[in-house]
């Protein structure tokens, strides 16, 4: 596999901060929070931050994020915690929950009438499984990426029970809109990377991690500098980007 360029121009960061903020918190507005390194303070721009985690749906306005794919646009949510000691601080139950009302209420409103596909897929550090049917997803056909991994909802009350319970695992949850005249054809991709770490060191120890090191590097690309588009940058290969590498290399909402 080649590596990825990215090809990204409409792109977010979004930043909520948990535990006791020893390290991090909260700026005067919501578009940048402090970091203490060494006693110094250092401010850090984003496109939203909150020091209560059960507004980041809200202060990211995610919603939008929501009605571009439901509305036939290619929408992807890309979610790490980091620099977290306690892994109960990483929390995304109630993301997920306003993810799920969110797409309710969009079909809802839009078009009740929309076919749904669907691939929810676990991460570990040696295999990929497949949370329908709780089987292992083979080599080739993660090469192949997600489209082949679908399958059809017929019913979304009952998917979005099985989504709300949640994973342990890091996690692509992949959502295809159809209109039944086949004029909206909308995707929503959500990325769970889990607690990623930062240094190459503890990378190394770690074949998932390895896997998550090419995108834990997009993020730092869409944190550091917001005024260039992302174009040109490559990320190594691995079998999260294989799944999602068309997310990556395409005009989505990111």
């Given at each position: 596999m080649d590596n990825?360029?990215?090809k990204l121009q409409n792109t977010e960061a979004f930043v909520a901060l948990v535990g006791d903020h020893s390290m991090a918190r909260a700026g005067d507005t919501s578009k940048y929070f402090l970091r203490t390194t060494e006693g110094e303070d250092e401010r850090v721009?984003?496109?939203g931050c909150t020091s209560d985690p059960k507004q980041l749906f809200a202060v990211g306005g995610l919603h939008s994020?929501?009605?571009h794919a439901v509305k036939g646009g290619t929408s992807a949510l890309f979610v790490s915690g980091s620099g977290i000691t306690q892994l109960g601080d990483y929390d995304r139950s109630h993301l997920i929950r306003d993810i799920?009302?969110?797409i309710s209420t969009t079909m809802t409103t839009y078009d009740p009438d929309l076919s749904m596909t669907y691939a929810f897929l676990g991460i570990t550090d040696h295999k990929v499984i497949d949370f329908?049917?709780?089987r292992t997803v083979s080599p080739d056909k993660i090469q192949r990426g997600l489209s082949g991994?679908?399958?059809e909802?017929?019913?979304w009350a009952v998917l979005e029970e099985k989504i709300q319970r949640g994973a342990t695992l890091p996690f692509v949850l992949s959502l295809r809109f159809e209109s039944l005249t086949g004029s909206t054809s909308g995707h929503l991709c959500?990325?769970?990377?889990?607690v990623v770490s930062w240094s190459d060191d503890e990378l190394a120890q770690s074949v998932l991690q390895k896997s998550v090191n090419g995108l834990a590097s997009l993020v730092r690309l869409m944190g550091s500098n917001h005024d260039r588009v992302l174009t040109g940058c490559t990320i190594e290969p691995s079998a999260l980007l294989s799944l999602t590498g068309d997310l990556l290399a395409s005009n989505s909402k990111t």
């Open positions: 990825l360029e990215l721009f984003v496109d994020y929501i009605e799920c009302t969110s329908h049917n709780d991994l679908h399958h909802v017929d019913d959500i990325v769970d990377m889990h």
